[in-house]
T-cell receptor, first 114, second 114 residues
Framework: DTAVSQTPKYLVTQMGNDKSIKCEQN?????MYWYKQDSKKFLKIMFSYNNKELIINETVPNRFSPKSPDKAHLNLHINSLELGDSAVYFCASSPDESGLYGYTFGSGTRLTVV | AQSVTQLDSQVPVFEEAPVELRCNYS??????LFWYVQYPNQGLQLLLKYLSGSTLVKGINGFEAEFNKSQTSFHLRKPSVHISDTAEYFC????????????FGTGTKLQVIP
């Protein structure tokens, strides 16, 4: 059983389209995250939810909208996709919002905008 | 704000040789430190962490790291590497106190040569 699973694994889409990435964790963790990893492998946090409540919202264009229907799920919807959105998006979870127990990451969604 | 620097983007090393991957951080307050490993096409996995106590921390897969407050470093070491250790390694830092985000370094690619 995959602890943190993301779908889809690959996503190729045209500029201007709207797409969603889904994430689910079966670890019973309270906190979930979205990270963006660029072509140089730099990892930047985008959002964090704790028990369905948004606790981190970094400087991200408002075309990106996270949604957490329950604490086991955190989805990411992206409107009007741009070339610069091409990256690998990682979902992660941790037992609580402190991050001190470490994160469990999903295997990533490689988004390519053409 | 905290930051973390991994000076080496790539480190080639022969199989069974020792390796050290360097990590330096910048923070005006106490920190917590982490090392993560990312195998190809996978998410990051926690290797080890320093929260407090002994400055020498042992992790999974035979890795260890030493926290050096005076040099603001948290270098990762392994006495004898295997081919399977080929991966990207990320150092991460979080400042102590309250809720704070975790900041990742830009990664070091460890290439083990047979």
């Amino acid at each position: 059983d995959t602890a943190v699973s993301q779908t889809p694994k690959y996503l190729v889409t045209q500029m201007g389209n709207d797409k969603s990435i889904k994430c689910e964790q079966n670890l019973g963790h309270d906190t979930m995250y979205w990270y963006k990893q660029d072509s140089k492998k730099f990892l930047k946090i985008m959002f964090s939810y704790n028990n369905k409540e948004l606790i981190i919202n970094e400087t991200v264009p408002n075309r990106f909208s996270p949604k957490s229907p329950d604490k086991a799920h955190l989805n990411l919807h992206i409107n009007s996709l741009e070339l610069g959105d091409s990256a690998v998006y990682f979902c992660a979870s941790s037992p609580d919002e402190s991050g001190l127990y470490g994160y469990t990451f999903g295997s990533g969604t490689r988004l390519t905008v053409v | 704000a905290q930051s973390v620097t991994q000076l080496d983007s790539q480190v080639p090393v022969f199989e069974e040789a020792p390796v050290e991957l360097r990590c330096n951080y910048s923070s005006s307050v106490s920190v917590y430190l982490f090392w993560y490993v990312q195998y190809p096409n996978q998410g990051l996995q926690l290797l080890l962490k320093y929260l407090s106590g002994s400055t020498l921390v042992k992790g999974i897969n035979g890795f260890e790291a030493e926290f050096n407050k005076s040099q603001t470093s948290f270098h990762l070491r392994k006495p004898s590497v295997h081919i399977s250790d080929t991966a990207e390694y990320f150092c991460a830092v979080r400042i102590s106190g309250g809720y704070q985000k975790v900041t990742f370094g830009t990664g070091t690619k460890l290439q083990v040569i047979p």
